[in-house]
């Protein structure tokens, strides 16, 4: 994600991630170090959507991805 994106992230923009993004978490790399908050890890894996607790930030999964299977 570009400063770019990350900065309209806290304006409520839609972040599309994908399997490479995960973990995901918030703040994502590349965010203005004045636009940091405490780094929280999201679940985006079972709802398909999730927000960010200290931002507001909406990421969601990009249609068609394919989650990697955990077996345990």
């Known amino acids: 994600m570009t ?3 990350a ?3 806290s304006e409520h923009e839609i972040i599309e991630v994908g399997a490479e993004d995960l973990p995901l ?3 994502r790399p590349g965010t203005s170090l004045w ?3 405490p780094r ?3 679940d985006v894996a079972h709802t398909g959507t999730t ?3 200290y ?3 909406e990421y969601r999964l990009k249609p068609g991805t394919v989650l990697p299977e955990h077996g345990h």
């Open 3 to 5: 400063a770019a994106a």
């Open 55 to 57: 931002c507001g930030a």
């Open 7 to 9: 900065a309209t992230a």
């Open 35 to 37: 636009n940091m908050h």
């Open 51 to 53: 927000r960010c607790p």
């Open 40 to 42: 929280v890890f999201l």
């Open 25 to 27: 978490h918030c703040p």
